[in-house]
């Protein structure tokens, strides 16, 4: 006879972000400013999901990927993980350039539109992918029309 194992996955809370603002997003500025206080000063790049409630209240944010001073490696699977165990409506995906310039890369652009595509099948909305910067600035992929 063979045996089987039989699994639960569970969202496990690692700890509380202390923010000072809102947690709910009604546009580009309140996803970067949540996103400048979580990664903002890293010296690595750093993917970072957001999870959002019906209403688009930031109920948990995890970090996807810690990659090198130019680039993180970021995959679907786990970027939606933790949506799906979170029960997301939407998501907001969002990550830090070291260097300061938020200009979006080709890769970023792939990244996003790969992204979408599997919101789609999961029925969990991209709502825009921040790339963060210094001195305040950010870029929104979806203000530059790409969502």
Do not use: W
């Not at 919101?119 to 963060?132: A, E, F, K, N, Q």
């Amino acid at each position: 006879m063979a045996a089987i194992n039989v699994v639960r996955i569970e969202l496990i809370k690692e700890r509380n972000f202390k923010y000072s603002g809102s947690r709910q997003i009604r546009c580009a500025d309140d996803a970067a400013n949540i996103l400048f206080e979580y990664i903002g000063n890293t010296d690595r790049e750093e993917f970072v999901v957001m999870v959002l409630s019906t209403k688009h209240y930031v109920n948990a944010l995890n970090t996807v990927s810690i990659g090198s001073l130019d680039a993180s490696l970021v995959h679907p699977r786990e970027v939606f993980k933790p949506a799906i165990l979170a029960n997301a409506s939407d998501i907001i995906v969002g990550h830090n350039h070291p260097s300061g310039d938020p200009t979006a890369s080709p890769e970023d652009t792939a990244v996003t539109l790969r992204l979408v595509e599997a919101g789609r099948t999961l029925g969990i909305d991209v709502l825009d992918h921040i790339i963060v910067g210094d001195s305040g600035r950010f870029t929104s992929l979806k203000a530059q029309g790409l969502l």
